[in-house]
């Protein structure tokens, strides 16, 4: 599975694309038996959470302290935690697309495994630009999401705007100047768009494209594979990922799934402001900060 030259226009012009049921349902099935295991064996846990887990350090991100009624809102680098995982983050035809969107060479970058919970429990994530968590050199990334389950607007789809990815990095720092993980002026939703679809449906956004996601309206924990991709020459300027080459040079070149190491970064005039002073919690509380 590749790319036509209408796709690779699309993703240029729109920032973003949707590759319909890329993932056979084989494998689909797999991974959410994985998932299923993993819940229940998280439930059984009755030790307190002192923080929500917000760093990437800690596995699981949790939506309350309470042994009773904690649920799971993401699993951090869940390639670490499972071969099922990193297998996926290696798919071929993920990675063919990949590969041809940041230009021919790809570096595993971070990944993260996602739960929807119903509404009143996960909430809504707000608008924000990936970009504004973890610039780099240039900004030939991009984010993949694999949806594990049937994702439509009842249950809290993945929404971006249309071409934002051409346009000004937007604010992400609150009035006390303290990076919050959310856009904090004023923006036009007017072009807003849904990515829907069903199981092992893929979709790729530019890492400028301003996103979010709305309430999940159904009873269901939707669960949303998420992976983050670079050029091997585009180097990050702050450490936001599951993979620091500072802390580990070595392990960092390992990321490279397509290309050569290069100590060479390519500089891009791309805007940018560094996400400092930032706590480190996960998204979910971050966005809470006022």
Known sequence: MSLSKSDLNFYKKNGYLVKKELIPIKTIKKINNLIKQIIKKEERRNSKITNLGGSFNNTFVY????????????????????????????????INIVKIL?????????????????????????????????????????????????????NGPLQVIPKSHKTKIYNHHNKKKEFVGKICERINLKSKESLIGLAGTVTFHHVRTIHGSGLNLKNSKRPLMLFGYCNTDSWPLTSDASIN??????????????????????????????????????????????
């Open 63 to 94: 939506n309350s302290n309470s042994s009773k009624n904690r649920e799971i809102l993401r699993l951090n680098n869940p390639t670490s935690y499972n071969k099922l995982f990193f297998k996926l983050s290696r798919n071929k035809k993920i």
């Open 102 to 154: 940041l230009g021919g060479s790809v570096r595993f970058h971070h990944c993260k495994l996602n739960f929807k919970l119903p509404s009143k429990k996960g909430g809504e994530v707000s608008w924000h630009q990936d970009w504004a968590f973890y610039p780099h050199t240039n900004d030939d990334l991009v984010t993949v999401g694999v949806y594990l389950e049937d994702c439509n607007e009842e």
């Open 245 to 290: 080459p500072n802390e580990d040079f070595e392990k960092y070149n390992k990321c490279i799934i397509v290309g050569k190491k290069t100590l060479v970064p390519r500089f891009e005039k791309v805007p940018l402001i560094i996400p400092l002073p930032k706590k480190s919690v996960s998204i979910y509380q971050l966005q809470k900060s006022r």
